[in-house]
């Protein structure tokens, strides 16, 4: 049976890193007595003297149902409900107008700011930082061409075993950042080396051996990745304690890597090379029962063969 190298998508292996949308903390502060800054976080808020206001005016002149805040994409207008005072912004009356940071809103008589946060929410911002981050990692795939985009099939298939084994989201999200970021070391190989054709001398080999290492070393100064760093610098630990850098064996090696490995060695056998067509599904099913316990946590190679052929390793 020949396994097609479109195979890693039809396992339902979605995108999950959609762009979330960034939020900014934005308020109305009262600019007079002591009424605390009212939050806009939600992406409707009215501002009026009636008791379902999201915010009661204190203010006579202020009429019933005064006028409301529409926050849109990170964007907030204030627009008069047809009050009997008007809304002001900066001394002139307004309809429907956008706003600034900064800005005077006036309701009757009373008076806010309008101040726009400049800290993006966390969520966003980790999502920039990972954008950074995966473009160095796609220059590692791009270094190499017979494994462009690579690093990403393994992370979609690292990510699936993960869930397999009972992870949770939040565990499972690390695995495909570690999966997606696991060779990023390789970018400080020559690509005379990467790219040889023919075998590699000792030297060479020693300075591909360097990459787990200068991957983790790579990502450290990013705090938001320190947990994926034993993901990185031990994709290439064996379970028998036979691989590099460390030696390191068994469940002393970090989980993220033990999936890694593993979904690292089916996408490269599942994949067409120059040199060959990607690998039947038998032959890597041998393969995987074949080094599971030596090169490979048995889990996780049970936890991908049930993925991909719902059997059992002894059978
Ligand atoms: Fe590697």
Redesign the pocket.
């Known amino acids: 049976m020949q396994l097609p190298e479109t195979e890693f998508f039809s396992l339902d292996i979605s995108q999950s890193d959609s762009p979330p949308e960034p939020k900014r903390q934005a308020c109305l502060i009262p600019q007079t007595g002591s009424a605390k800054p009212f939050a806009l976080d939600a992406p409707q808020c009215v501002v009026g003297r009636e008791e379902t206001a999201d915010y009661f005016i204190a203010d006579r002149r202020a009429s019933r149902r005064h006028a409301k805040v529409l926050a849109l994409h990170n964007r907030y207008y204030v627009q008069d409900l047809g009050s009997r005072n008007g809304t002001y912004l900066n001394g002139h009356r307004i309809e429907n107008e956008r706003l600034a940071h900064g800005d005077l809103i006036m309701f009757g008589g009373t008076v806010f700011r309008f101040e726009m946060g400049t800290d993006l929410d966390a969520t966003y911002l980790k999502k920039l930082n990972l954008d950074t981050v995966t473009s160095l990692a796609e220059a590692v795939d791009k270094k190499d061409p017979y494994t462009g985009s690579h690093s990403l099939a393994v992370s979609k298939v690292a990510e699936r075993i993960a869930l397999a084994l009972g992870l949770d989201q939040a565990a499972a999200e690390r695995v495909r950042i570690a999966g997606r970021l696991?060779?990023i070391?390789?970018i400080g190989v020559p690509d005379a080396v990467l790219r040889k054709p023919a075998p590699l001398t000792e030297a060479e080999f020693a300075l591909i051996r360097k990459?787990?290492a200068d991957?983790a070393s790579i990502l450290s100064p990013l705090e938001f990745l320190i947990d994926i760093l034993p993901g990185i610098r031990q994709?290439?630990e064996r379970f028998d304690g036979r691989g590099y850098p460390d030696g390191v064996s068994g469940t002393a090696i970090a989980l993220e890597a033990r999936i890694i490995q593993v979904a690292?060695t089916y996408h490269a056998m599942a994949s067409n090379r120059p040199y060959r067509h990607a690998q039947p599904l038998e032959f890597i099913r041998a393969e995987l029962i074949r080094h599971a316990g030596t090169q490979f946590d048995p889990d996780v190679i049970q936890a991908l063969l049930d993925i991909l052929f719902s059997v059992h390793v002894a059978n």
Do not use: M, V
């Open positions: 696991h060779d070391g390789k990459h787990p991957g994709h290439h690292d």
